[in-house]
């Protein structure tokens, strides 16, 4: 079969392709097909005027049609590659080629408490003690919002969601608005945050995320974001949710075709309004389970959905969106760590550039802190993996064999002291003996992601923002506020 065929050698790493060049070619012409002869929906005055003076037509049924020509100058006017800075102007993700970022998820209902373990709604405090674990976790790169605020009014959720990244964490960010008012004021935040607009825009803080709404609509909403995000180059996507079996195909192939079609009508949108503005290509697929009638997360399916997104993403030479640590499983158990591990490997085998979502648990409606401790693991050992095998002469070791020869052992070797630091160490995994096992207190894996989690919360605290910076952003929110 094609799917999964190879495991290859790229650059310096392992990396692994789903599709073929035929099969690459074959989904993008029946996107194009989609674009040209089914058409969308657009639901934004702005954007079907762009899309009309660029040679779009638009029905008697309000459809609009794109003509291969258009989607195919968005593909090559967009950047093929994207830089995202900490809140402390380091560069810290370049979105390109393989390489693989992970973060965090945004909105879920509820949370694990980890002192009590009660499963409930999130807090302020609890949302600023998760940021401030993901800012403190080495495989983490990037945040999200995490949690809905259950005490603060729905109207400036996101913007206070987004104060919150901004002080308890300096790492770059994916951030979900409302609506483009919202979008404005987080925008204003960042600026403020790294020495203003201009610089925002030359050195992006976060990315936004929205999404078009399946199948083939552009939603008023979304678009004003993607159509603010271009003008202020603020890295975005525009990737559809695709529930398998009700939104889109059920197929695998027919998910990716029209997810794909979605995704590229947004980057016309977005380069007809400001061309060379930083557009981040991906979709997700949750599966509808017939059975339950719920969307499920880290199913196979999903994975070669993903698979295929980052293999089209290379083909087009855009930067890519998508998933790892996430699971379908409502606690931290056996299914959690396979599903989550499972995306987290593949994610970062397949070369996709910024993976979201880990610590989701019960397909996104619950975040769990232990998963997120677990997972910044399993991203270590990943990483060491795909680094490849250096096969360097000091690698090689010709020299010390020699030295040791048949029969001897490698303990007291030079080599062996120059070297075994570089092996990959745990977190929070356990190598010793039974016997030294219980002779350090017996503990389970969980009991000692419990302990890491405890001792982050009680030392961790990120860089703090300048009072100044910090009376800005409560002058934003207040401004919004008396507004709405």
Known sequence: MENLRYASRHGHGLSLATL???????????SCRILSEVGVLVHHDEAAALLHKAGAYTDGSGRTYLPVSLVEWAIRTAPSRLTLFSRLGRPVMWLEGHNAY??????????????????RAWQSSDVADALRVADALPGIDFVMSMGMLEEVDKRLHNRVQYALMLQNSTKPQVVIAEDDQSLADIIDMAAAAVGGREKLAHQPLFALYCEPTSPLQLPYESVAKLLLAAESRVPVNFACGALAGATTPVTVAGTVVQANAEALCGLVVHQLKNPGAPFLYGYGDSPLDMRTMQALYAVPEALMLQGCLCDLARFYQLPSWGYAGCTSAKVCDEQAVVEATMFTLMGALQGCNLMHDVFYMESGRTGSLELLVLMDEVISRVRFMLRGVDTSPQQLALE???????????LADDHTAEHFRQSWQPTVSDFQTYEGWMAAGGLTTGQR????????????RPVPLPEAVQKQIEAILQRAQERL
């Open 20 to 30: 073929s060049p035929g099969q690459l070619e074959q989904i993008h012409q029946a």
């Open 102 to 119: 992970f973060g965090t998820g945004s909105d879920t209902l509820y949370f694990f408490d980890p002192a009590t373990g009660e499963r």
């Open 400 to 410: 010390a064999i020699a030295r040791v020869g048949p029969g001897g052992n490698f």
């Open 449 to 460: 992601i419990a302990a890491r989690l405890r001792q982050i919360l009680d030392t961790h």
